[in-house]
C-alpha cells in the first residue's frame, strides 16, 4: 500500500523558522516533491528531492532520508504570504504523484 | 517549464448531467494525470492519460463515470458524467515534462471548480 503523512495544521510567526515534515511508505520510489497551495489556486512547484540530502533553494530548503522514508520542508524568514497549504508528494516508478494530506500554515505577526 | 490551459475554470451544473474539461499542455510530456480536489483536502489522483489507449484508473474511480481521452501528447478530457452534488470538487490536469532528468516536475492546470446542484 501507499502512505503518506503530514502534519494536518501549523502555526508559525512571522520572521521565525518552520519545518514541516513527511514520512511516507510507497511501492517505489522515484523522487519527493513539495508544493505549495494557496486558497482558490492550483498547486506550485517548491521542490524535488531524489538523493539523500538538503535541497536549497533561496528561504526553502527540503531534506530526504530514502533509508527512513522522511523529508522535510524548511521555510526560513517566515512572511505573512507563506500562509498556504504545503504539499507532499511521492513519485513512484509508474511516474504518477501521490498526495499527502497536506499540512495547512498559518503565519501569524 | 510546460505551462498548462484546462477549461473552463468554473462551472455549475445540474446532476445528471456531464461536464467535459479540457487540459492543453504547450509542450509534449511524457504523462498526463487528473487529480481530485475536494474542499480542505489534498489532491487524489483519478487516473493516468495514456495516449492513444484506456486511461488507467486508480482505486474507486471507473471509466463510466470519469470517461478521459488522449489523442495526442499534448491534450487530454476528462468528463464528468451523470454527475451528483457529490462530484463537486476542483479538478486538475497534471503533466510530466518529457525529459525526468531535467524536468522532474509535474505541472498543474489552474483547474476547473465544479459545482453541481
Known amino acids: 500500500g501507499q502512505n503518506i503523512d503530514q502534519p494536518t495544521e501549523m502555526t508559525a510567526t512571522e520572521g521565525a523558522i518552520v519545518q514541516i515534515n513527511c514520512t511516507y511508505q510507497t511501492s517505489g520510489f522515484n523522487g519527493l516533491f513539495w508544493y505549495q497551495q494557496h486558497a482558490g489556486e492550483a498547486p506550485t512547484f517548491l521542490s524535488y528531492?531524489?538523493?539523500?540530502g538538503l535541497e536549497e533553494k533561496g528561504r526553502f530548503s527540503s531534506f530526504l532520508s530514502r533509508s527512513k522514508g522522511y523529508s522535510y520542508l524548511l521555510l526560513k524568514e517566515l512572511q505573512m504570504k507563506d500562509s498556504a497549504s504545503y504539499l507532499c508528494a511521492v513519485k513512484g516508478n509508474t511516474g504518477k504523484l501521490i498526495f499527502g494530506q497536506g499540512t495547512t500554515l498559518q503565519v501569524k505577526p | 517549464s510546460a505551462v498548462i490551459s484546462q477549461k473552463p475554470s468554473r462551472d455549475i451544473c445540474q446532476r445528471g448531467t456531464s461536464l467535459t474539461i479540457q487540459c492543453q499542455v504547450d509542450s509534449q510530456v511524457t504523462m498526463m494525470f487528473w487529480y481530485r480536489q475536494q474542499p480542505g483536502q489534498s489532491l487524489t489522483l483519478i487516473a493516468t492519460a495514456n495516449q492513444g489507449s484506456e486511461a488507467t484508473y486508480e482505486s474507486g474511480f471507473v471509466i463510466d463515470k470519469f470517461p478521459i481521452s488522449r489523442p495526442n501528447l499534448t491534450f487530454s478530457t476528462l468528463t464528468v458524467s451523470n454527475m451528483s452534488p457529490e462530484d463537486s470538487s476542483i479538478y486538475l490536469c497534471?503533466?510530466?515534462?518529457?525529459?525526468?532528468?531535467?524536468?522532474?516536475?509535474?505541472?498543474f492546470g489552474q483547474g476547473t471548480r465544479l459545482t453541481v446542484v
Open positions: 528531492n531524489v538523493l539523500d
Open positions: 497534471s503533466a510530466l515534462g518529457r525529459d525526468r532528468g531535467l524536468d522532474p516536475e509535474a505541472f
